[in-house]
C-alpha cells in the first residue's frame, strides 16, 4: 500500500493540524518517501512540530505559505508529485459568522491547489472533504462542496497528466477542537451541554482517516469521491461514556446543525459503486479520464446517513477507540 510514495515528493497543505501530523508520522516510519513537505501557515505549529516528530533520515521539509496564495503554491508544489489537500477553515458557529474568509481558504484555497497542480504537474492531488458537503445545511459544508466540484471537474483540465480525487468521511475522534475536547473541557466545569438526544454522527479515528487516504491514493484515477464504510454513534452515547454521572443540559441544535449526516446522497447513488471498505462515487460528467473500479454498483436512491446506518458504535468499543 506503501509503494505509491516511494521515491516520490509528498506536500500536505495544512499540515501542522491533527491529521497532516498522523499522516506525516506514518510516511516516515512505514514509506520510502523521498521527501515530505509541511505546508501550513503557522510557523509556532511548525516549529512545535519540527521538535516533537524525529526525522533521521532528513526527509522533512517546512514550508510556510498559505492555500490563499497561489503564487506561493506554484513554487511550493514544483517537484512535488502527490498533494493531500488537508488545508481548511472547519468550525462551523465561526464560520457562519465569518463566511467570506471560509470561501477565500475553502473554496479560492482550493482553487489555488487544483491551479499549481496542474501547472506544476503534480502527479495526484487529494482533497480531504466531510460528510457536511452533502446536503449542506452550513457555510462550512458549502464551501466543502464546492471544493469538490472543483476538484472533480479540474481534471477536464489536468488532460490525465495530474489526477484529482476527493475522500469524504465523518467526524474524526480525537482531532484538535473535536467534540471529545469540547466535553472534556465542559466537565471540568460540572455539566456538559448536549444539542439534542436524536443527533448522530459518524466517527473515524485519526489512524483509519490517514488509511483511507493511502487506500484512495493508491486507487484513484481521477474525478472520484472516496466514501468509507465507518460507524455511526448516537452523541448522546458519546457523552455517557466521556462525562459519565455528569449533569446534561440539553440546549438545542445550533445554527447550521443537522441532526443526522449524509456520507452518500440519495441523488448521488446513481453514479456510485460499493467496494470492500469504501464507495466510490464516480463523476455524472464526462472528464475525460476512464475509471475501471470493479464494485458492485448501488441500488438507485441508495442513501449512506448516520442515523440509517447499520454499524452502530457501541460504548466499550469507544472507550477501546480512545484509550488506543
Same mark, same amino acid.
Request: charged share 25%; with cysteine; aromatic share 6%.
Given at each position: 500500500m506503501y509503494e505509491v510514495f516511494a521515491g516520490k515528493t509528498v506536500l500536505i497543505t495544512g499540515a501542522t493540524g491533527s491529521f497532516g501530523k498522523r499522516l506525516i508520522k506514518t510516511l516516515l516510519k512505514k514509506s520510502e518517501a523521498k521527501k515530505i513537505i509541511v505546508f501550513s501557515r503557522d510557523e509556532l505549529k511548525q516549529? +512545535?512540530?519540527?521538535?516533537?516528530?524525529?526525522?533521521?533520515?532528513?526527509?522533512? /521539509?517546512?514550508?510556510?505559505? %498559505?492555500?490563499?496564495?497561489?503564487? /506561493?503554491?506554484?513554487?511550493?508544489?514544483?517537484?512535488? %508529485?502527490?498533494?493531500?489537500?488537508?488545508?481548511?477553515?472547519?468550525? +462551523?458557529?465561526?464560520?457562519?459568522?465569518?463566511?467570506?474568509?471560509?470561501?477565500?481558504?475553502?473554496?479560492? *484555497?482550493?482553487?489555488?491547489? +487544483?491551479?499549481?497542480?496542474?501547472?506544476?504537474?503534480?502527479?495526484?492531488?487529494?482533497?480531504l472533504s466531510t460528510d457536511k458537503a452533502v446536503n449542506p445545511a452550513n457555510l462550512y459544508g458549502a464551501t466543502k462542496l464546492c471544493a469538490e466540484k472543483l476538484v472533480v471537474a479540474s481534471n477536464s483540465y489536468a488532460a490525465g497528466s495530474t489526477k484529482l480525487s476527493v475522500l469524504r468521511y465523518g467526524n474524526v475522534l480525537g482531532s484538535r477542537g473535536s467534540l471529545l475536547d469540547v466535553i472534556k473541557a465542559q466537565k471540568e466545569e460540572g455539566k456538559v451541554k448536549l444539542t439534542d438526544e436524536r443527533m448522530t454522527r459518524f466517527w473515524i479515528t485519526l489512524d483509519q482517516a490517514v488509511g483511507f487516504a493511502i487506500k484512495s491514493l493508491n486507487i484513484?484515477?481521477? *474525478?472520484?469521491?472516496?466514501?468509507?464504510?465507518?460507524?455511526?454513534?448516537?452523541?448522546?452515547?458519546?457523552?455517557?461514556?466521556?462525562?459519565?454521572?455528569?449533569? +446534561?443540559?440539553?440546549?438545542?441544535?445550533?445554527?447550521?446543525?443537522k441532526l443526522h449526516e449524509v456520507l452518500l446522497g440519495f441523488d448521488e447513488s446513481r453514479k456510485a459503486k460499493e467496494l470492500d471498505e469504501v464507495y466510490v462515487l464516480e463523476p455524472e460528467q464526462n472528464i475525460g479520464t476512464e475509471r475501471e473500479h470493479k464494485g458492485i454498483k448501488v441500488e438507485e436512491g441508495f442513501t449512506y446517513v448516520s442515523n440509517l446506518n447499520t454499524k452502530w458504535l457501541e460504548g466499550n468499543q469507544l472507550k477501546d477507540m480512545l484509550e488506543n
Amino acid at each position: 500500500m506503501y509503494e505509491v510514495f516511494a521515491g516520490k515528493t509528498v506536500l500536505i497543505t495544512g499540515a501542522t493540524g491533527s491529521f497532516g501530523k498522523r499522516l506525516i508520522k506514518t510516511l516516515l516510519k512505514k514509506s520510502e518517501a523521498k521527501k515530505i513537505i509541511v505546508f501550513s501557515r503557522d510557523e509556532l505549529k511548525q516549529s +512545535v512540530m519540527q521538535a516533537a516528530i524525529e526525522d533521521p533520515q532528513n526527509r522533512l /521539509r517546512y514550508f510556510l505559505g %498559505d492555500v490563499r496564495d497561489e503564487q /506561493r503554491l506554484n513554487r511550493a508544489f514544483h517537484g512535488v %508529485d502527490i498533494v493531500v489537500h488537508a488545508a481548511a477553515l472547519k468550525q +462551523v458557529p465561526a464560520l457562519e459568522y465569518n463566511p467570506f474568509e471560509a470561501i477565500k481558504t475553502n473554496i479560492m *484555497g482550493t482553487h489555488n491547489v +487544483v491551479n499549481a497542480a496542474i501547472d506544476q504537474k503534480v502527479q495526484k492531488v487529494l482533497l480531504l472533504s466531510t460528510d457536511k458537503a452533502v446536503n449542506p445545511a452550513n457555510l462550512y459544508g458549502a464551501t466543502k462542496l464546492c471544493a469538490e466540484k472543483l476538484v472533480v471537474a479540474s481534471n477536464s483540465y489536468a488532460a490525465g497528466s495530474t489526477k484529482l480525487s476527493v475522500l469524504r468521511y465523518g467526524n474524526v475522534l480525537g482531532s484538535r477542537g473535536s467534540l471529545l475536547d469540547v466535553i472534556k473541557a465542559q466537565k471540568e466545569e460540572g455539566k456538559v451541554k448536549l444539542t439534542d438526544e436524536r443527533m448522530t454522527r459518524f466517527w473515524i479515528t485519526l489512524d483509519q482517516a490517514v488509511g483511507f487516504a493511502i487506500k484512495s491514493l493508491n486507487i484513484m484515477q481521477g *474525478g472520484e469521491i472516496f466514501i468509507p464504510k465507518i460507524p455511526s454513534m448516537r452523541i448522546k452515547d458519546i457523552f455517557d461514556v466521556v462525562a459519565p454521572g455528569i449533569e +446534561v443540559e440539553t440546549i438545542g441544535i445550533r445554527p447550521g446543525e443537522k441532526l443526522h449526516e449524509v456520507l452518500l446522497g440519495f441523488d448521488e447513488s446513481r453514479k456510485a459503486k460499493e467496494l470492500d471498505e469504501v464507495y466510490v462515487l464516480e463523476p455524472e460528467q464526462n472528464i475525460g479520464t476512464e475509471r475501471e473500479h470493479k464494485g458492485i454498483k448501488v441500488e438507485e436512491g441508495f442513501t449512506y446517513v448516520s442515523n440509517l446506518n447499520t454499524k452502530w458504535l457501541e460504548g466499550n468499543q469507544l472507550k477501546d477507540m480512545l484509550e488506543n
